[in-house]
C-alpha cells in the first residue's frame, strides 16, 4: 500500500512527511498575528444578512462594491463576489479572523500586508487593467471611513512631504499648530509625528521661522 507523501516549503528548505499534510508550517503561520485581514464573500453562498451579521460583530470594516464585472484570464466572467476587510483594534490570529468570516460564508481567510492598498483595491483603483467600482458603493462599517482611508499617504516619506506643503500653503510655523491639525484632520500624519516624523518637522518649522523672521527683519531695516 502507497503512503502519501506531501512536501512542505519551510523556511530553510524543503521536507517531505509521508502521510503528514504540513502539519507544523500552518501551525506556524495559525499563530502568526496581525491586524487586518480579507476574505471573499460570494452572494450564492452567503446568508442573505451577511452584512448585517457582519455589522454586528462590532469590528471596522469594510465591504466592496459587488465585483459583477471582473474577467478571468481566459476571458470568461468571473462569479459575482464582494471582496471584505476587517480591521481588528489588536492583533489576531487567522483562526480567530476566520471565526468572523465564517459567520458570513467568507471563503479564504487572508492577512493585509496594507490596509491602503487593499482599502484601493476593493475598488481598483490601482489596477488599470481590472474594471473600476463606485467608490460611493463601499460600505464602511464600524466607524471604518473609507474616503480617509484611500487618501491616507503611502510612506512616511509622502506624509512628510505633504506636510511641507500643507505648512508652507498655510503659513503654518507652529508644531504643535500643525500636531493639532493633524489628529483631528489627518491620522496618517499624526501616525508619522508620533513615531518618527517629529524631528524633520520641527527641524523645519524652526528653519522656515528662522527665514520669515530675517526676511521681516531685513524689510523692516
Given at each position: 500500500?502507497?503512503?502519501?507523501?506531501?512536501?512542505?516549503i519551510l523556511?530553510?528548505?524543503t521536507?517531505?512527511?509521508?502521510g503528514e499534510?504540513c502539519s507544523?508550517?500552518?501551525?506556524?503561520?495559525e499563530k502568526k498575528r496581525?491586524?487586518?485581514?480579507?476574505?471573499?464573500?460570494?452572494p450564492?453562498?452567503?446568508?442573505e444578512?451577511?452584512?448585517?451579521?457582519?455589522e454586528?460583530?462590532?469590528?471596522p470594516?469594510?465591504?466592496s462594491?459587488?465585483?459583477?464585472?471582473?474577467i478571468?484570464?481566459?476571458g470568461?466572467?468571473?462569479?459575482?463576489?464582494f471582496h471584505?476587510?476587517?480591521?481588528?483594534?489588536?492583533v489576531?490570529?487567522?483562526?480567530?479572523?476566520?471565526?468572523?468570516?465564517?459567520?458570513?460564508?467568507g471563503v479564504g481567510v487572508?492577512?493585509?500586508?496594507?490596509?491602503?492598498?487593499?482599502a484601493?483595491y476593493l475598488?481598483?483603483l490601482?489596477?488599470?487593467?481590472?474594471?473600476k467600482?463606485?467608490?460611493d458603493?463601499?460600505?464602511s462599517?464600524?466607524?471604518?471611513?473609507?474616503?480617509t482611508?484611500?487618501?491616507l499617504?503611502?510612506d512616511?516619506y509622502?506624509?512628510i512631504?505633504?506636510m511641507?506643503d500643507?505648512?508652507?500653503q498655510?503659513?503654518i510655523?507652529?508644531?504643535?499648530?500643525?500636531?493639532l491639525?493633524?489628529?483631528d484632520n489627518?491620522v496618517d500624519?499624526?501616525h508619522?509625528?508620533?513615531?518618527?516624523?517629529?524631528v524633520?518637522?520641527?527641524q523645519?518649522?524652526k528653519?522656515?521661522?528662522?527665514?520669515?523672521h530675517?526676511?521681516?527683519?531685513?524689510?523692516?531695516?
Amino acid at each position: 500500500m502507497e503512503r502519501s507523501v506531501t512536501t512542505c516549503i519551510l523556511q530553510g528548505g524543503t521536507t517531505t512527511h509521508p502521510g503528514e499534510h504540513c502539519s507544523m508550517y500552518r501551525g506556524k503561520m495559525e499563530k502568526k498575528r496581525t491586524r487586518n485581514y480579507s476574505t471573499v464573500v460570494y452572494p450564492e453562498s452567503a446568508p442573505e444578512n451577511w452584512q448585517m451579521i457582519l455589522e454586528e460583530q462590532c469590528v471596522p470594516a469594510f465591504v466592496s462594491p459587488i465585483h459583477n464585472k471582473d474577467i478571468n484570464s481566459d476571458g470568461d466572467l468571473k462569479k459575482e463576489h464582494f471582496h471584505v476587510m476587517v480591521m481588528f483594534d489588536g492583533v489576531k490570529t487567522q483562526e480567530q479572523a476566520r471565526e468572523v468570516f465564517d459567520l458570513i460564508g467568507g471563503v479564504g481567510v487572508e492577512p493585509i500586508k496594507s490596509v491602503r492598498a487593499y482599502a484601493r483595491y476593493l475598488c481598483h483603483l490601482d489596477n488599470p487593467d481590472k474594471m473600476k467600482y463606485k467608490i460611493d458603493d463601499v460600505l464602511s462599517l464600524s466607524g471604518a471611513d473609507y474616503n480617509t482611508m484611500i487618501s491616507l499617504a503611502s510612506d512616511k516619506y509622502s506624509a512628510i512631504g505633504e506636510m511641507i506643503d500643507f505648512c508652507i500653503q498655510n503659513r503654518i510655523d507652529s508644531y504643535a499648530e500643525l500636531l493639532l491639525y493633524a489628529k483631528d484632520n489627518r491620522v496618517d500624519w499624526f501616525h508619522v509625528l508620533c513615531d518618527n516624523g517629529t524631528v524633520t518637522m520641527v527641524q523645519f518649522l524652526k528653519s522656515r521661522y528662522w527665514e520669515i523672521h530675517k526676511r521681516y527683519t531685513e524689510d523692516m531695516n
